[in-house]
């Protein structure tokens, strides 16, 4: 085990004289745009000592990296950010440092719009029109509020709603803890990131699993499905720059499949396929129609550990029904349709001898690594999709080997996960994270079989109060923009919102009462890796500086709400947020004695660990010994044919065109190439993650917007028809909004695709003719979920541009 501790001798604090700082303001950069420099502040004080020090801190937004920061502090204000020294950069050991994201935090930090005071609203909901309150004020209220919710609804009226604008291990569970203490709220399952990957591998494999992205030095081949690491997660501690060395070190050659040409494909790639956007499962078809009719299967992989690819290996319940996988790629099963390349050619827009050739290199290269991204998922019917991919890389027994993978997405070495202790939740109804403005809109309406109600047969109340923190999801990040804004208008129907921001973002709008709140660096704060390969690491940072104007913390406030409610002693423990701090860390030493003590952490900043095994291979024990090392499918097996999923095909009450099958095979979905709609609205419009935010992190940030602006991505095709030029204001409508945006004409996208990134800050007159010029696409994107995982399908959605 080979482990790199970091000593940062610049967290001391000293001080420095006039000479050095203006030293420092002399020797500006370019890096000085993003904060990575000090800038010139004017003429110094020569006779005045300055204060400086610089701390260790990270970038905790939803990128999947949680990269390191060192940030330089003079007289109690951040003045510049650097994101080095932390490792010697080599493969395996590499570096955490921060993308331009981060780097760019100081001008988050010390933003002119950032939210300084507590304040009530005054107008309708999503007006934004606040007065200034005191703090007591803001407790008094959110305590009797939340008390008269309580005692009228009871427990299961509260929403606790998903957020992921802070990743910090030891800050955002504050308010799941106040929760359960309180009498818990109705849980929730799934997320908007990765839910339907999540819900429907376990039918396969028995768990969602993947391979390390670092053993991509293993493979030979690798094939990406709308995987795009390169924007998503562009920092050190995200996949990308490993991924980079994996390649360069083992010579793969890559192909991704995108309906865009993504700077993943143009950095990394050697070879583009451009597919019509939720129609992969039927590339996938064809695929294993070729390597079925030439015997470039793994036979001897599918009888030891499948259930469900011929007739010999279907359970009892299928057999002699046309219904195993093969049956139903060779046109032997329910719908009597052969999987030919030719047949996909027709839906994904793919040649047929691309197809083929495709199929040649995946079914010889060995060992061949298949990867699909979030993308393919977050569509109608992304479940099957999801499912689908995977059957790659068990046709040709790449799974449970080096160099191979699950067909997931990536995955890295993980030592130590530590959050402040939540309790359970008492309250045992849950229902899918999307569906929580039909939870508002109609809840008494909502049921198990149906609405994928969990814990009951039917939802018994409503959501009456929401509790949200460091999320811009009420809105901006959650479906339908517009539908959405009339539920939450209505404030007869959900009550009571709290909301915790930096910023007036759109969600923000939407509280009854909005509290101004510290960024993790302001406060005591640590994090763990998601996706460094194999390497685990730990980032421990104090608060960088003192809090300013009236903002304080979450748990500040909800010690005083606790208070308030007579639950203080229980909520506290009698600890600070050091206090917890400390608790937390000291805990996972108990089950890691390798970790550093407390205090020394606290010195080192940073703490690295690479993965004793080399790489993460997912699914290697079941591989060596199936019998001893079973999966935690019915069967033991990778399940081809699931029973559990039949059963649920054939009870749950299902939407038209609603599709949950017991093969992962394509099934078309609402809103497709092929729905009737597209006479009315010809275009497909998917969303991408764009790199100038972090979903909606970093949307205000001008330096970003100005090197990334939020542009329609249209072919020239497409363009010429409706008489667009590059760099024309367009408006981009379907029944559910308009969106007014520039239009980057470009080939990069296929024919029939328009998109836009996510996260774009929605920017809309509420009371007027609504249109977006923000750029949101959730202004556009539908509120009917996925039917397995009752998840978001913000990816599928047609559309119409015009010039505006």
């Not at 390191?68 to 003045?79: F, I």
Request: some cysteine; hydrophobic content about 35%.
């Amino acid at each position: 085990m080979t482990e790199t501790k970091e000593h940062a001798v610049s967290r001391r604090t000293f001080v420095k004289g006039s000479a050095l700082a203006g030293l420092g303001a002399a020797t500006l950069g370019s890096g000085a745009l993003f904060g990575c420099a000090p800038q010139a502040t004017g003429e110094v004080d020569k006779g005045k000592a300055v204060e400086e020090k610089v701390a260790w801190g990270h970038c905790s937004v939803n990128c999947e990296g949680r990269c390191a920061l060192r940030l330089h502090v003079s007289d109690d204000e951040v003045t510049w950010v650097e994101s080095d020294n932390t490792g010697n950069d080599e493969y395996g050991d590499h570096q955490i440092r921060a993308c331009l994201r981060g780097r760019s935090i100081r001008r988050w930090i010390n933003h002119p719009d950032r939210l300084s005071y507590p304040m009530k609203r005054v107008g309708k909901r999503g007006e934004g029109k606040f007065e200034q309150i005191s703090w007591d004020e803001a407790y008094d209220l959110i305590a009797e509020n939340y008390q008269r919710i309580l005692d009228q609804y009871g427990p299961e009226a509260i929403w606790n709603h998903y957020a992921s604008g802070v990743n910090a291990s030891n800050i955002g569970s504050f308010l799941s803890r106040f929760i359960n203490l309180s009498g818990g709220c109705l849980g929730r399952y799934g997320s908007y990131s990765s839910a339907q990957i999540s819900a429907a591998l376990p039918y396969l494999y028995g768990k969602r699993t993947a391979n390390s992205n670092s053993d991509i030095v293993n493979a030979k081949l690798v094939v990406m499905f709308g995987e795009n690491s390169v924007e998503t997660k562009a920092g050190g501690a995200g996949p990308t720059y490993h991924l980079e060395q994996a390649l360069e070190q083992g010579g793969a050659k890559v192909i991704v499949i995108d309906p865009r040409y993504s700077d993943t494909v143009a950095s990394r790639a050697d070879q583009w396929i451009p597919i019509r956007p939720g129609t992969d499962a039927a590339l996938v078809d064809a695929i294993a129609h070729v390597l079925i009719e030439e015997d470039l299967v793994d036979h001897e992989f599918l009888a030891a550990y499948c259930i469900g690819y011929d007739e010999d290996t279907m359970p009892e319940s299928a057999k002699g029904q046309g219904k195993s996988y093969k049956a139903y790629i060779g046109g032997q099963g329910a719908d009597g349709i052969e999987k030919t390349p030719a047949w996909a050619q027709a839906i994904t827009g793919i040649a047929a001898d691309t197809i083929v050739q495709l199929a040649h290199e995946i079914g010889t290269a060995k060992p061949c690594a298949i990867y699909q991204g979030k993308g393919p998922q977050r569509q109608s019917n992304g479940e099957q999709t999801a499912r689908a991919i995977c059957m790659l890389p068990v046709l040709t027994g790449n799974v449970g080997i080096n160099g191979g993978n699950t067909g997931s997405d990536l995955d890295g070495f993980y030592f130590s996960a530590f959050e402040v202790p939540t309790g359970d939740n008492p309250v045992g109804t849950k229902i899918a994270t999307f569906t929580w403005t039909d939870a508002i809109d109609h809840g008494t309406e909502m049921t198990k079989l149906a609405h994928g109600v969990r814990g009951k047969d039917k939802l018994e109340v409503p959501i009456k109060m929401i509790f949200n923190f460091a999320g811009n999801t009420i809105t901006n990040q959650h479906s339908d923009i517009n539908r959405t804004h009339a539920i939450l208008q209505d404030d007869s129907k959900c009550e009571f919102i709290v909301v915790w921001e930096t910023f007036m973002t759109d969600s923000a709008k939407y509280a009854d009462v909005l509290l101004p709140d510290l960024m993790p660096v302001e406060q005591p704060n640590f994090v763990s890796n998601d996706y460094a390969g194999n390497m685990g690491f730990i980032i421990m940072g104090e608060a960088v500086t003192s809090p300013k104007f009236e903002r304080r913390t979450l748990y500040a406030d909800l010690r005083e709400i606790a208070k308030r409610m007579g639950k203080e002693e229980e909520f506290t423990e009698g600890r600070d947020e050091e206090g917890w701090l400390k608790f937390c860390y000291e805990e996972a030493c108990k089950e890691d004695s390798d970790l550093p003590l407390f205090d020394e952490m606290k010195e080192m900043g940073v703490y690295r660990r690479k993965d004793p095994d080399g790489h993460q291979v997912a699914l290697k024990d079941f591989r060596t010994d199936p019998v001893a090392n079973p999966l935690k499918t019915p069967s033991g097996k990778i399940e081809i044919y699931s029973e559990q999923l039949a059963e649920i095909a054939a009870t749950w009450e299902l939407a038209a065109g609603d599709i949950i099958d017991p093969l992962p095979v394509y099934a078309p979905g609402a809103e497709g190439w092929d729905d009737p709609l597209h006479a009315q609205y010809p275009l497909q419009m998917p969303g991408y993650h764009y790199k100038a935010r972090a979903h909606s992190s970093y949307g205000c940030i001008d330096v970003l917007k100005q090197a990334n602006p939020q542009e329609l991505w249209i072919s020239p095709v497409d363009a010429e028809v409706r008489g667009i030029k590059d760099g024309s204001t367009v408006q981009v409508f379907n029944d559910r909004g308009i969106v007014e945006i520039v239009a980057k004409v470009t080939p990069r996208i296929m024919p029939g695709v328009v998109s836009m990134g996510q996260g774009a800050w929605h920017d809309a007159d509420m009371a007027g003719d609504k249109v977006d010029k923000g750029g949101c696409i959730n202004t556009l994107t539908s509120l009917r979920p996925t039917p397995l995982a009752k998840a978001n399908p913000q990816h599928t959605n047609l559309v119409e541009v015009k010039k505006a």
